[in-house]
């Protein structure tokens, strides 16, 4: 059984900065595309970013330019490092491993004008 274990998350005003961090059980990790979606109060749960085993990466329109995602396949984990953030990206974020379709608990962010 995998695990996904977020953190990372917390308070911060409009402008600053925050980096997640998504630590992953099994084997599996290194070949999986991982990926970060939020969901904010009242909205559909997104697709934030996602980045294959091999480092590809692909964003949603809205954080193009301010969030990169990144992974360490030897400490199974992947990263979300959020710059600029607005109070529109107030969500709560989920790492999610393709393979398996595995979900963390989440971990709220929430930036302040």
């Known amino acids: 059984q995998v695990q996904l274990v977020e953190s990372g998350g917390g308070l911060v005003q409009a402008g600053g900065s925050l980096r997640l961090s998504c630590a992953a059980s099994g084997s599996i990790f290194s070949i999986s595309p991982m990926a970060w979606y939020r969901q904010a109060p009242g909205k559909q749960r997104e697709l934030v970013a996602r980045?294959?085993?091999?480092?590809?990466?692909i964003y949603a329109d809205s954080v193009k330019g301010r969030f990169t995602i990144s992974r360490d396949n030897a400490k199974r984990t992947v990263y979300l490092q959020m710059n600029s953030l607005k109070p529109e990206d107030t969500a709560v974020y989920f790492c999610?491993?393709?393979?398996?379709?595995?979900w963390g608990q989440g971990t709220q962010v929430t930036v302040s004008s």
């Open positions: 999610r491993q393709t393979v398996g379709d595995y």
């Open positions: 980045i294959i085993s091999g480092g590809t990466t």
